[in-house]
Structures are given as structure tokens and as C-alpha cells.
Nanobody, 118 residues
Framework: QVQFVESGGGLVQPGESLTLSCVAS????????IGWLRQAPGGKREEVACISVRDGMTFYDDSAKGRFTITGDNAKRTIYLQMDSLKPEDTALYYCARGSCGGVYTYWGQGTQVTVSS
């Protein structure tokens, strides 16, 4: 079955960096777009970045442009989210999911917590 396992979250100070990893299984990775989404306490889930694994095309929310980079390694079945210059407002539970960039996501992982605080 379709599964995602996220890792790499943690507690960091403003301005620091983190790299999140998402290992996918149960489907052909290059047939789909994979997104990183996040949900802050009391907030709604929002798409941060997305990648079409087959052609490498990427999409970023305005909040992530210039600071976050999404990449994919098909051989390792892993999608990464490099996050630089982190801000307190980036604090959220980060999920990877399968779907369409800017559209609907249908399969989700359990998430990894990112907390940015001094």
C-alpha cells in the first residue's frame, strides 16, 4: 500500500536550517507529484512545495520561495525539503503527500514536527 515516512524535524532557532526527508513506498514514484504540506496548531493544512518526480518541475508557495528547496531521488524513493532561514511562523507539522501540485492530495504520511523558536 501507499506509505510515506517523514523524518528530519526538530527544534531550531530562527535563521537556522533543517532538511526533511520523506521515503515513499507502494507506488511508482515518478508517476506522481509529491508535495510537502504543513499544518500549524489551529491552522489549516497548506501546501509548501511540490515536485513532479518524473520531470523535476517544482512548485513553491510564496512563503517558501527563496528559502525552501524540494528535491527528489528516485533511486532512494526519497523526497527532500531543504529549509533555510527558518522563521517562527514556519513552526508546524510537516507532511509529505501524493497528489497534484496546487491540487488535491490523496495519500499522506504521519508528519514530522518542525519548531522554530529562540
Amino acid at each position: 500500500q501507499v506509505q510515506f515516512v517523514e523524518s528530519g524535524g526538530g527544534l531550531v532557532q530562527p535563521g537556522e536550517s533543517l532538511t526533511l526527508s520523506c521515503v515513499a513506498s507502494g507506488f511508482t514514484l515518478e508517476d506522481y507529484a509529491i508535495g510537502w504540506l504543513r499544518q500549524a496548531p489551529g491552522g489549516k493544512r497548506e501546501e509548501v512545495a511540490c515536485i513532479s518526480v518524473r520531470d523535476g518541475m517544482t512548485f513553491y508557495d510564496d512563503s517558501a520561495k527563496g528559502r525552501f528547496t524540494i528535491t527528489g531521488d528516485n533511486a532512494k524513493r526519497t523526497i527532500y525539503l531543504q529549509m533555510d532561514s527558518l522563521k517562527p511562523e514556519d513552526t508546524a507539522l510537516y507532511y509529505c503527500a501524493r497528489g497534484s501540485c496546487g491540487g488535491v492530495y490523496t495519500y499522506w504520511g504521519q508528519g514530522t514536527q518542525v519548531t522554530v523558536s529562540s
